[in-house]
């Protein structure tokens, strides 16, 4: 890697800025994510989390601040731009958001056809090749209602993968599975990390965080209070939110 | 009585091809409900101020105002008093004719009409659907009407279908109103032929048992759709 490109961020936030019915959610946000980072955001919930990644796409337009892909701004009224933009920045959801009338298959080769303007079959194999990436290649046919949340994430994460996202961002991708079936998503997620994938990812999954994380960004009232490395932020006896936050999160746990 | 069977076999041939045009009718009137609901929905949902406005006009003024007042004043006031629309633009003779057939005029009115009621049902459908579906949609980059077309419709199209079974049924009884503008369907017909022989009960009661005919036969392929058409693994789409 040359001297130029470890020096421009993939993806960077400068002073976003959101209110919501004349609330404010986000205040004066930055973040510089690098090839190959992850980034995790955590804090409670109301924290502005899913805000804050939404603008990252601009699903949700910010009211200050800007964007810039890989060094260049996003110009927000122009519509290519965006569409550009959101063609090479991923997003997972909590929810999964899986096309419910279309196969896992499907799900993942039509933005393939509608916006790489693949043909079908290209897309199809492509889809395949994604499926199997994250062990459902056997599971290409079956509509998002005869899957597990497990399942239906992984096909969410192929989805994203297929575009050649240059970042993915994740947005607690495992706060709705059931127990059982966190491993077997984050794993795939790990997998990524393994493979160099730039992410930015809101989770509350305390080991994942301090075993992947390049930096924790402790979020709070819409702004980030905290933010460093997990050796430190987590560091045993460290007194920082972050270390308080997981503290009180293992305390509930154990507590259910 | 026998001379009573005798009229009514003589007078079923026409009866039924009246009951043709019935369907003609309701099936036109469905389809024209269909190409301007949809977009009428959709700009509802996703447009701006203005053709949320306009939308929202439309939608009132066919809801408000009976069929029988549109009938007349489509046909009459329009069709037949205005006709041909004569006009001059810079300064050139311009004609216009309006001339159109009491079935063609029906056909009109009664798809106008449903087009208001239709995009309500869709947009019923559309605003049903997790607001997460056209969020992923956009985040893949897809274009907004890419999304609607290829993520939004298929699925809410699906659960319009009861709906539309509703309004197939409404439109097939609002359709023997057109025997007003002379329009020889079904109601029409039985109503010249019960009054020329005084053969009342017999020739209403047939109209009612092919309205109710016309009703099952819709209604049966609807729900065949409906089946067909169902996301394995979903109840409700
Ligand atoms: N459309 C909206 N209008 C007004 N307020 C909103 C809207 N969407 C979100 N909010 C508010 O913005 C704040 C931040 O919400 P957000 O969903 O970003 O938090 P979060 O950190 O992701 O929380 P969670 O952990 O529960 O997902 C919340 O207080 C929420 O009530
Ligand atoms: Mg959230």
């Known amino acids: ?10 993806l960077e936030a400068r002073n976003i800025g959101k209110s919501l019915g004349g609330r404010p959610i986000l205040s004066d946000l930055s973040l510089s994510v690098y090839k190959g980072e992850m980034k995790v955001l ?20 910010p009211d200050t601040g800007e964007l810039l892909l890989n060094g260049e701004r996003i110009s927000p009224a122009n519509k290519g731009e965006l569409r550009s933009l959101r063609e090479r920045v991923g997003m997972i959801f909590q ?15 039509i933005a393939l056809v509608k916006v790489k303007k693949m043909s079908r079959r290209d897309a199809s194999l492509r889809a395949m090749m994604e499926l199997e990436r994250v062990g459902l290649s056997r599971r290409a046919g079956l509509y998002p209602a005869e899957l597990s949340g497990g399942q239906k994430q992984r096909v969410a994460i192929a989805r994203a993968l297929a575009m050649d996202p240059e970042v993915i961002l994740l947005d607690e991708p495992t706060s709705a599975l059931d127990p059982e079936l966190v491993g077997e998503v984050l794993a795939a997620i790990r997998e990524l990390a393994r493979g160099g994938m730039t992410m930015i990812m809101a989770t509350h999954q305390m080991d994942f965080a301090r075993a992947l994380a390049t930096e924790i960004l402790f979020m709070e009232k819409g702004a980030i209070i905290e933010r460093g490395a997990p050796a430190s932020l987590l560091a045993p006896g460290a007194k920082t939110r972050t270390q308080a936050f997981f503290a009180r999160l293992v305390a509930e746990e154990s507590a259910c | 009585m026998q001379e009573s069977i005798l009229t009514i076999c003589e007078a079923m041939p026409w009866i039924l091809e009246g009951a043709l045009i019935t369907i003609g009718t309701v ?13 009428m929905a959709i700009g509802q949902i996703y447009g701006n101020a203005a053709t949320r406005g306009v939308i929202a006009l439309y939608v009132w003024f066919f809801r408000g105002v009976p069929i029988l007042v549109l009938l007349y004043l489509f046909y009459f006031g329009l069709v037949y008093q205005l006709n041909p629309l004569e006009f001059s633009l810079f300064g050139m003779q311009c004609s216009i004719s309006l001339a159109l057939s009491p079935f063609a005029a029906s056909c009109i009115v009664l798809g106008l009409t449903s087009a208001a009621y239709q995009s309500q049902i869709f947009r019923g459908a559309i605003n049903s659907l997790p607001s997460g579906q056209l969020k992923a949609a956009r985040a893949l980059g897809m274009r907004d009407f890419e999304a609607i077309a290829s993520i939004i419709l298929p699925q809410a199209l699906r659960l319009s279908i009861p709906g539309w079974s509703n309004e197939y049924s409404i439109l097939l009884k609002d359709s023997a109103l057109v025997s007003v503008l002379g329009a020889m369907e079904l109601m029409a017909r039985t109503k010249a032929v019960a ?5 009342y009960t017999a020739f209403y009661v047939s109209a009612a048992l092919l309205y109710f005919l016309i009703t099952w036969i819709g209604l049966r392929g609807l729900r065949y759709a409906e089946k067909n058409f169902r996301i394995p693994g979903y109840s409700h789409l």
């Open chain 1, 95 to 109: 929810d999964f958001n899986l096309f419910d009338h279309l196969t896992a298959q499907e799900n993942v080769s």
């Open chain 1, 1 to 10: 890697m040359n001297e130029a490109t470890q020096q421009t961020p993939v």
């Open chain 1, 42 to 61: 955590i804090g409670p919930s109301g924290a502005g989390k899913s805000t804050f990644l939404q603008c990252l796409n601009h699903l949700i337009t």
């Open chain 2, 195 to 199: 009054t020329s022989t005084a053969e």
């Open chain 2, 27 to 39: 099936a036109a009137a469905m389809l024209l409900g269909l190409f301007l609901g949809v977009p």
